[in-house]
């Protein structure tokens, strides 16, 4: 019986010179040559203020939590079709997902429905892009500021795609992107990263 792959990992021509130069440096996994070198193209690509790498995405946006201060009882907003890591990352924080249905025409969560799941406990919304189809980020992120409010996103799939020619997950205040072998670019199982795009994200009143 015939197995149709879910994905295959594309390689373009020199990865595999550039893993032996990083072996050939002694240093092949952690915070390394390459690794210090994608850290400077993430910024200059997102114009993010820090990017940093991290082992996959779901890492990534379970600091993206933790820089948030996300604790117990806090609802974070985000669609109700999404990859599981997406909501474990707040509930690891003791956070309440608090789902919203989603456009059918692009599959985002559905930006006139947010605010209407707002609530006193709400800290932070999570916008997804699906397939690399930007979500209304211009709308969300005006929600967001009327009412205060975080914006982690999970670009996950949006890797060098953009909303009005701004890269995907340098738009809101935190954002994680992924560089799984199902996804746009690969390393491996590698990961994503979180970049800190705003320098107040300290608790303060609603």
């Given amino acids: 019986m015939a197995i149709i792959p879910f994905n295959k990992p594309y390689m373009t021509g020199k990865e595999l010179w550039y893993i032996s130069q990083a072996h050939n440096r002694g240093w092949l996994a952690g915070d390394g040559y390459f690794t210090k070198r994608c850290h400077a193209w993430l910024e200059?690509?997102?114009g993010a203020q820090k990017a940093l790498l991290t082992h996959s995405c779901t890492a990534a946006l379970e600091m993206a939590?933790?820089?948030?201060?996300?604790?117990?009882?806090?609802?974070?907003i985000m669609p109700s079709y999404t990859f599981v890591s997406t909501a474990n990352a707040f509930v690891?924080?003791?956070g309440v997902?608090?789902?919203?249905?989603?456009?059918?025409?692009t599959l985002n969560i559905d930006e006139t429905k947010i605010?209407?799941?707002?609530?006193?406990?709400t800290r932070a919304?999570?916008?997804?892009?699906?397939a690399g189809v930007g979500c209304e980020m211009d709308a969300i992120m005006a929600i967001a500021e009327k009412y205060n409010l975080i914006v982690i996103e999970d670009a996950a799939q949006g890797v060098m795609a953009a909303y009005k020619r701004r890269p995907l997950g340098s738009i809101g205040h935190l954002g994680a992107l992924s560089f799984h072998e199902t996804k746009n670019i690969i390393s491996g199982e590698g990961g994503g990263h979180c970049w800190l795009m705003t320098k107040d994200l300290l608790r303060g009143p609603k």
Wanted: cysteine-free; overall charge negative; charged content about 30%.
């Fill in 44 to 46: 200059e690509k997102t």
């Fill in 65 to 76: 939590a933790i820089l948030a201060d996300i604790q117990p009882g806090d609802e974070v």
């Fill in 92 to 94: 690891l924080r003791g």
């Fill in 97 to 105: 997902p608090v789902f919203v249905d989603i456009r059918p025409d």
């Fill in 115 to 121: 605010e209407a799941a707002i609530t006193s406990k």
């Fill in 125 to 130: 919304i999570v916008p997804v892009h699906y």
